[in-house]
T-cell receptor, first 114, second 114 residues
Framework: GAGVSQSPSNKVTEKGKDVELRCDPI?????LYWYRQSLGQGLEFLIY????????KSGLPSDRFSAERTGGSVSTLTIQRTQQEDSAVYLC????????????FGPGTRLTVL | KQEVTQIPAALSVPEGENLVLNCSFT??????LQWFRQDPGKGLTSLLL?????REQTSGRLNASLDKSSGRSTLYIAASQPGDSATYLC?????????????FGQGTELSVKP
């Protein structure tokens, strides 16, 4: 079956603009995760959804970041008023259930803020 | 706070060699450990998942072991090939609210020379 898909694959934006990143998890996977990979920080966890709810948003880097998931499927990560330090690859993953199940990753969205 | 360390950071070997990549973690309270492969500019490909109650997993030329009490995992690659060249990441799943999140190491960049 289809894997995790993300769009766009690349996004170049100007500082101060808002961007929206999309993730389509594997069908039937209830858990969805967002991670960020940047040169200086490696791979870091951002937020996790079980169904449509995110129990804790404290992993998001700042209040400019928000995420939602609708219908237990597609998720969007929104970054408002982008800054140059937001430049990174944003990776989405999904798993059948939380905690013990394997996480499968999408190809990522490379965000460049000029 | 869980920290994951991978040694070495980079490794170059001639084709055909057997090799071992090391991963250590500071807190034994993990649910599982995953090994991933990442090719340049690409997302993560899951290689092996070891649940906390397991000692090892095998897939083809890959064998991963887990010693939870000592906080160590190894990924053994037999008869390495140039196509194995990539960055290898290990990650542990830790409890996060009602679910789990992955904590990643910094990766080992492997180069297999023909």
């Amino acid at each position: 079956g289809a894997g995790v898909s993300q769009s766009p694959s690349n996004k170049v934006t100007e500082k101060g603009k808002d961007v929206e990143l999309r993730c389509d998890p594997i069908s039937g996977h209830t858990a969805l995760y967002w991670y960020r990979q940047s040169l200086g920080q490696g791979l870091e966890f951002l937020i996790y959804f079980q169904g449509n709810s995110a129990p804790d948003k404290s992993g998001l880097p700042s209040d400019r970041f928000s995420a939602e998931r609708t219908g237990g499927s597609v998720s969007t990560l929104t970054i408002q008023r982008t800054q140059q330090e937001d430049s990174a690859v944003y990776l989405c993953a999904s798993s059948l259930g939380p905690l013990v199940d394997e996480q499968f990753f999408g190809p990522g969205t490379r965000l460049t803020v000029l | 706070k869980q920290e994951v360390t991978q040694i070495p950071a980079a490794l170059s070997v001639p084709e055909g060699e057997n090799l071992v990549l090391n991963c250590s973690f500071t807190d034994s309270a993990i649910y599982n450990l995953q090994w991933f492969r990442q090719d340049p500019g690409k997302g993560l490909t899951s290689l092996l998942l070891i649940q906390s109650s397991q000692r090892e997993q095998t897939s083809g030329r890959l064998n991963a072991s887990l010693d939870k009490s000592s906080g160590r995992s190894t990924l053994y690659i037999a008869a390495s090939q140039p196509g194995d060249s990539a960055t290898y990441l290990c990650a542990v799943t830790v409890m996060y609210n009602q679910g789990g999140k992955l904590i990643f190491g910094q990766g080992t960049e492997l180069s297999v020379k023909p």
